[in-house]
């Protein structure tokens, strides 16, 4: 699932815990190819929606499995509000919506699946 990223305090004091500063995601792919095909299918829903995810693609070494392992990175937050805001949970929920479809599924590895040898 989704994952909220934040701050606890500057001297790490729980009682000055700072509101989450985003959501994320990874998703994970059998290739690069299909890691870009869906990082078109994010931009397009952020596009559609006139607000937008900050999207990275990369390709990880796991040093134990010593294999590749390609993922999207999709994190949502609201620059001007220096923190979420309703469009990120919204955008997260048609992110996961678009990401269920059988086309898009394609595209996608489960995280078990893709900490096995691929690329």
Not at 2 to 24: F, H
Not at 45 to 57: A, D, E, F, Q, W
Not at 102 to 111: C, H, P, T
Request: glycine share 8%; with cysteine.
């Amino acid at each position: 699932g989704w994952t909220l990223e934040g701050t606890s305090g500057e001297d790490g004091d729980a009682d000055e815990r700072e509101p989450p500063l985003s959501v994320y995601k990874e998703f994970y792919h059998p290739d690069f190819l299909s890691g870009s095909k869906f990082g078109s299918v994010v931009a397009a829903v952020g596009h559609n929606n006139n607000h937008y995810p900050r999207i990275c693609l990369e390709r990880r070494l796991m040093k134990r499995e010593k294999a590749w392992r390609v993922v999207t990175t999709v994190k949502c937050y609201t620059e001007t509000l220096g923190g979420l805001s309703f469009n990120d949970f919204h955008i997260a929920m048609l992110i996961d919506v678009e990401a269920a479809r059988s086309d898009v599924q394609k595209l996608l590895l489960d995280e078990k699946k893709s900490s096995m040898k691929y690329v």
